[in-house]
């Protein structure tokens, strides 16, 4: 049972990509799902996170830029990453979403993740 992320490449500022998660687990469509990003030297946070029935959040930097979706059928998640900038360079992870004491981590295994760089 494993989440594979995709979809990552070199964006230059203002660009667009569109990431993609596949989750083989038969719990897809009852968790909350998330996409996470790491960049080098710092801790993997929650960019934005979707419910079951699809209602999503993100947090104040990606507001206005990412569309975070889902398709419970397939099992699939995504994030729409728009007028990417170079601080949204990370490595992005999809996992379900846990909140406790104003953090949130996931729960399942951590997949191999997908690079996302932004040139100025």
């Known amino acids: 049972v494993e989440l594979v992320e995709s979809g990552g490449g070199l964006q230059q500022s203002g660009g667009s990509l569109i990431l993609s998660c596949s989750d083989s687990?038969?719990?897809?469509?009852?968790?909350?799902m998330g996409w996470y990003r790491q960049a080098p030297g710092t801790q993997r946070d929650l960019v934005a996170s979707?419910?079951?029935?699809?209602?999503?959040q993100y947090i104040e930097s990606v507001k206005g830029r990412f569309v975070i979706s889902r398709d419970n059928a397939k099992n699939m998640l995504y994030l729409m990453a728009n007028n990417l900038q170079p601080e949204d360079t990370a490595v992005y992870y999809c996992?379900?979403?846990?909140?406790?004491?104003?953090?949130?981590?996931?729960?399942?295994?951590w997949g191999q993740g997908t690079q996302v760089t932004v040139s100025e």
């Open positions: 687990g038969s719990m897809f469509r009852f968790s909350s």
């Open positions: 996992n379900t979403v846990l909140r406790s004491n104003n953090t949130a981590t996931g729960s399942r295994d």
């Open positions: 979707i419910t079951p029935d699809g209602i999503a």
